[in-house]
């Protein structure tokens, strides 16, 4: 005679839906039980009875209590040698390894009513042997008990049939996130349950390599999108096929999650953005409710509510007062259910009416953590994973607080006079004073960013035509379009009149900047109708100034940005321009410029950046050119092809290059033995630096001084210079590249001695000009001459480095014919010290975070 089957956890529910699932499959002796001490008195006095048939026990906590409590279990009357099953609560922090090896099964609290019983019964038909995890065989197959692993990380997974092809098992996570009991999946073919891209499904299960393949699988609402992979297995002793399938959903996924996020803070500061982040959220996290509500302000007797979003008929909703779930999260208490929500039904009208299995109520803080509103999101099918759909609750929250202040601090700043009262955006006084902290943050974060200048064409015609209210239209239109071309993270302010200034913040290169001016040219052409329906053709011309390349200070930034948009309405205007000293001004001012160029070391007004060069197949830093800066009181950044020919003209060149040198190598230093890497640091010689007689004794000391190995040093001599009228210019690099030194000869192809050059000179490496990378795609010899560059330079043993890289298509076509290594904007722009460190940081930390990823 039996003694039956013990069943024990703390929760009522869980301990209710234990006996149920055993009663129902026939069992008639079952022992319910809170807790060890409680199941130890309904055993007590057992002793002489048989031993119990089963143990069900629901654990959580970590792996020590666990453990502790299954030894409890086993120490109980009639359960020493009796099976025990583990129920893994939904608080449980270890997982399916944690468990002790001695137990017969575990499944999660979601799994009791489909496979509880299948579980026992299978382990009873096993003669007591607990499946082992999941491993592969030697024909590549895997043991029967694939359950293990997929359950363990909550993986949806379908078992199909090797031969027909019909789904065999589903998981119990398919039924739930597909909203599709598990019967519904018995039988069907899997053409019908999943739909590839890009490549057949008779192709995916004949390979089953285990690789990740984009498609769709089905659900109640049609499909859900996301990525799946097939290997083989044994199923009931044949052959079968084990597909998993991993949601896009981000509620489900990490990757998926960070993806919302980032287009949630990339919404526009515009009136609608609000209402796109909320849709965003709504739609990517599988909302059936979300709604943002304002607290109340100024003495108002109930909150405002901003946003609302339901999936269903509008019930009758209820007033803010009696939502007691908001009146608490307005009160600065969070609430989070991840399933079990319908317990606040009957104190909140709102959860009675919209019957919601998951819902959250966070409160929206601003940076003095003073609480500004609130948001509710809720779902009938309850949250995905809390560890992922938490944070991204959280997140959402943060970007709603950041509009409602932005909001706020608009309306206090049209009474305290700092913001426009026509457009709404920041005026003058304000946008200078954000300009100053944008230069700061900058300076202190070693990045970059650019002011745009845009002003109106001919603005006072529309004036003075069609008037000033028809005026005031355009320029709230103008205001929306500027808005919608930008970032979160950027500023638009009206300046004066018709003039609009623009930050645009963490620039890497410059075609990023020029991407948004060229949409925002595209933009302002588009026909502006006014109320009356009066069509009108609004251009504008722009001026763009880079910090900290044009200047160091917000008043040059705006002067330079000012210059360079006169200089877009000579060109024609509806059109841009970028800041530049012009050859003219150098020539004008030349004697002046070398004059304050002698105290440009001194002053501390040079700067040296370094642009990385990359690997062609793998993208992988494997060097960097050291550039010369230099920043003009006055005038700003300089442009290198303005005082660099006046440095050779008064010969500072010797020193300025030496003084490079010598900056560029320690710098290469401290990051070699920081981050271990051996980075090749390419520095560039002028005609007078090649002609002087104490080169080698110069760079020999540079290198001394510095500690660099001389094999990381690489000279770069431009083609243009003239072997015959370059005295020492031979002799000098034959005793460089004995020292160690790398040689390259930069801008190849431009001069007229190339195969000159290669003859004569111990050149190891050839850096195609940037004039022809450029024109790859347009100009067809250029192509040619990049081509037959490459080869030739290959069948002399030199390496090829391609400059101006730019856009896709240059990558491509060099990658394509071999080129070695790359440098351009397509990769990055020269970076000062701070961010190139920045740079190399991250490389660090994505190779790290790939090392540790499990084979």
């Not at 017969?104 to 499946?131: F, H, K, M, T, Y």
């Amino acid at each position: 005679m039996s003694s039956g089957i013990l069943v024990v956890a703390a929760q009522r529910e869980l301990r209710r839906s234990l006996f149920d699932a055993l009663d129902q499959a026939g069992y008639p002796q079952i022992h319910s039980a809170r807790d060890v001490s409680h199941a130890a008195i309904l055993l007590e006095g057992r002793a002489s009875l048989p031993p119990l048939q089963l143990i069900v026990a629901v654990l959580s906590g970590d792996e020590q209590q666990a453990r502790i409590s299954c030894e409890q279990l086993h120490r109980l009357p009639g359960g020493t040698d009796t099976p025990l099953i583990v129920v893994l609560g939904e608080d449980a922090t270890l997982s399916a390894a944690d468990l002790p090896a001695d137990i017969a099964d575990w499944l999660s609290a979601a799994q009791i009513g489909s496979e509880l019983v299948p579980r026992w019964r299978r382990w009873q038909a096993g003669n007591g042997q607990r499946p082992r995890p999941l491993a592969a065989t030697s024909d590549g197959s895997a043991h029967e008990d694939y359950r293990y692993v997929f359950e363990e990380g909550d993986s949806e997974w379908l078992i199909a049939d090797a031969q027909t092809g019909r789904l065999l098992e589903v998981s119990p996570t398919v039924a739930r996130h597909s909203r599709m009991h598990a019967s519904q999946w018995e039988g069907l073919p899997l053409a019908e349950v999943l739909r590839f891209e890009g490549i057949t499904i008779d192709q995916v299960l004949a390979e089953a390599n285990r690789g990740w393949y984009p498609c769709q699988r089905k659900s109640a609402q049609g499909a859900d999108t996301g990525q799946a992979s097939v290997r083989r297995i044994r199923h009931a002793g044949r052959e079968a096929l084990a597909l998993m399938f991993r949601s896009d959903r981000a509620d489900l996924r990490a990757e998926a999650a960070l993806s919302l996020l980032s287009r949630i803070f990339a919404s526009t500061s515009g009136v609608d953005a609000q209402t796109a982040s909320g849709r965003l959220l709504f739609d990517e996290l599988g909302l059936d409710y979300l709604a943002v509500w304002s607290a109340r302000q100024d003495g108002a007797d109930a909150p405002a509510q901003m946003l609302q979003l339901w999936n269903g008929d509008a019930p009758a909703w209820p007033p803010a007062q009696l939502q007691s779930s908001l009146q608490l999260v307005l009160g600065g208490k969070p609430i989070l259910y991840r399933t079990d929500a319908k317990r606040l039904a009957s104190v909140d009208p709102l959860l009675q009416q919209l019957d919601l299995a998951g819902f959250a109520g966070l409160p929206l803080y601003d940076e003095r953590h003073t609480v500004l509103g609130a948001m509710l999101a809720g779902s009938r099918r309850g949250f995905g994973k809390m560890g992922i759909i938490e944070p991204v609750l959280r997140c959402a929250a943060a970007r709603f607080a950041q509009m409602l202040e932005l909001g706020r601090t608009r309306e206090q700043g049209r009474a305290e006079g700092l913001v426009d009262a026509l457009t709404g955006l920041p005026n003058r006084l304000l946008f200078n004073d954000r300009l100053d902290t944008i230069i700061r943050e900058a300076t202190r974060n070693g990045e970059c960013f650019a002011v745009l200048f845009v002003d109106l064409d001919r603005f006072k015609a529309i004036n003075d035509t069609y008037g000033h209210a028809a005026g005031d239209q355009v320029l709230r239109s103008v205001t929306q379009r500027l808005c919608g071309s930008i970032r979160a993270s950027d500023t638009v302010a009206r300046y004066a009149g018709d003039e609009f200034t623009v930050v645009l913040r963490h620039i890497v290169k410059n075609d990023d900047v020029l991407r948004v001016a060229e949409k925002i040219v595209q933009v302002m052409e588009t026909p502006l109708f006014l109320e009356d329906g009066t069509e009108l053709q609004v251009t504008a011309s722009m001026g763009l100034s880079f910090f900290p390349d044009d200047a160091g200070d917000a008043q040059t930034l705006l002067k330079h940005a000012d210059e360079a948009m006169y200089a877009a309405k000579h060109q024609g205007r509806n059109t841009f321009q970028i800041y530049e000293v012009s050859p003219e001004y150098a020539q004008q001012h030349g004697m002046a410029l070398k004059t304050r160029l002698r105290h440009a070391e001194g002053n501390g007004e040079l700067r040296v950046v370094y642009q990385p060069q990359v690997n062609t197949e793998t993208e992988d830093i494997m060097g960097m050119e050291a550039l010369v800066r230099w920043e003009h009181p006055e005038l700003g950044m300089i442009s290198p092809a303005v005082f660099i020919p006046l440095a050779e003209e008064s010969g500072l060149i010797v020193s300025i290059g030496e003084w490079v040198m010598r900056t560029a190598c320690r710098q290469a230093k401290e990051w070699e033995q920081r981050y271990g890497l051996r980075l090749r640091l390419g520095v560039n010689l002028s005609a007078v630096q090649l002609m002087e007689p104490q080169l080698l004794d110069t760079v020999a000391a540079v290198l001394r001084e510095t500690g660099l190995d001389p094999t990381l040093l690489e000279m770069e001599v431009t083609e243009s210079i003239s072997i015959k009228e370059a005295p020492n210019l031979v002799e000098n690099l034959h005793a460089l590249h004995r020292l160690g030194c790398h040689i390259a000869i930069d801008d190849f192809g431009t001069g007229a001695a190339s195969l000159d050059y290669l003859r004569r000179l111990p050149a190891d490496r050839i850096k195609i000009d940037q004039s022809f990378v450029r024109n790859i795609g347009v100009d067809p010899d250029d192509e040619a001459i990049v081509r037959a560059t490459v080869e030739m330079a290959h069948r002399l043993k030199r390496a090829v480095v391609a400059e101006g890289v730019e856009i896709e298509q240059h990558l491509q076509f060099l990658r394509q014919h071999g080129c070695d290594e790359l440098q351009g904007y397509l990769f990055c722009r020269p970076l000062p010290p701070v961010s190139f460190d920045k740079l190399l940081a991250e490389r660090q930390r994505l190779l790290e975070a790939r090392v540790a990823e499990p084979a």
